[in-house]
């Protein structure tokens, strides 16, 4: 068993990692502002995550706010600002974005390792802190967090839930 | 000239398409396959120049679509465009068969030096 994400990968790794999808998908001129703090606010939207199965089993999610998924599915295909996407678009957007985020973790954590088909829905159950990176980070103002968090035992809390 | 493009999203492949443009590649004819198992029977039908696969999809995965189309005695140039590109990976994919693994997020500079080769 592998030591604690933690142990493994910080923040600023993940956000820059981010950053650079960001840059690469949704436009050259679109840029992720990092959140401040170690731990993510409470995110109120749909989630996209891959699963990473290897010395370190967790799953990295992407958790984006409702407002922000039409507007992010625009910038990803290039849409018109007023073309309304599909939900099967705004589905694969999400699901692309997390699958590319994490690959690229992926490729930071020991290996050999193998990273899941990308899901979306409800967010996974949250695993314990000390086996979780999460940052929030802002695009066009609209709230996101990425959270890479381990297999471990899942409490009670949503993913994005911020524990009392 | 044609390449096929496979990959399970549609966005995805809606991405690479345009990257491709994006690189210079205007004039080639681009056929989707939306998983590997469609990839080698269009790899058949089609007849492409050129196969641009994801590595992780469902019913057949990149790397098992090129073991069988070698098998088979293909020996149509592939490349890998997936979100993984660690040395474990590109090196099974060079065993295979693959001529390049151009890893997620990718830039039309990186299309082209992958494929300027291949399409020359």
Avoid at chain 2, 4 to 31: E, H, N, P
Wanted: net charge negative; hydrophobic share 45%.
């Amino acid at each position: 068993m592998s030591a604690p994400i933690t142990a493994l990968l910080d923040g600023e790794t993940v956000t820059a990692v981010a950053g650079e999808v960001w840059s690469a998908l949704v436009g050259e001129e679109e840029f992720l502002l990092p959140g401040l703090g170690p731990v993510a606010p409470a995110v109120d939207g749909p989630s996209a995550w891959v699963t990473v199965t290897g010395p370190w089993d967790g799953v990295v999610v992407l958790t984006c706010a409702a407002s922000g998924t039409a507007d992010l599915t625009r910038s990803v295909l290039q849409l018109d600002d007023d073309e309304q996407p599909t939900a099967e678009d705004v589905e694969d957007v999400l699901r692309e974005l997390a699958n590319i985020l994490g690959g690229n973790v992926k490729s930071l954590l020991p290996g050999p390792s193998a990273l899941g088909l990308p899901e979306t829905g409800p967010a996974p159950l949250r695993a314990e802190d000390a086996d979780t990176c999460r940052v929030s980070a802002s695009w066009r103002g609209h709230p996101l967090a990425i959270t890479v968090q381990g297999a471990s035992e899942a409490p009670a809390h949503p993913t994005t839930e911020v524990p009392k | 000239m044609k390449i096929l493009v496979a990959d399970d999203s549609r966005v995805m492949r809606q991405i690479v398409v345009r990257t491709l443009r994006q690189a210079g590649y205007d004039d080639v004819d681009v056929v989707e396959a939306e998983d590997g198992a469609d990839c080698l029977a269009k790899v058949g039908s089609e007849s492409p120049d050129l196969v641009l696969s994801d590595w992780n999809m469902p019913n057949m995965t990149g790397i098992e679509c090129l073991r069988a189309l070698r098998a088979q005695g293909s020996a149509v140039p592939f490349g890998f465009v997936t979100s993984e590109g660690s040395p474990e990976m590109r090196e099974t994919a060079s065993d295979a068969g693959a001529l390049f693994l151009i890893a997620k997020p990718f830039t039309p500079d990186t299309f082209r030096d992958a494929l300027d080769a291949v399409l020359a």
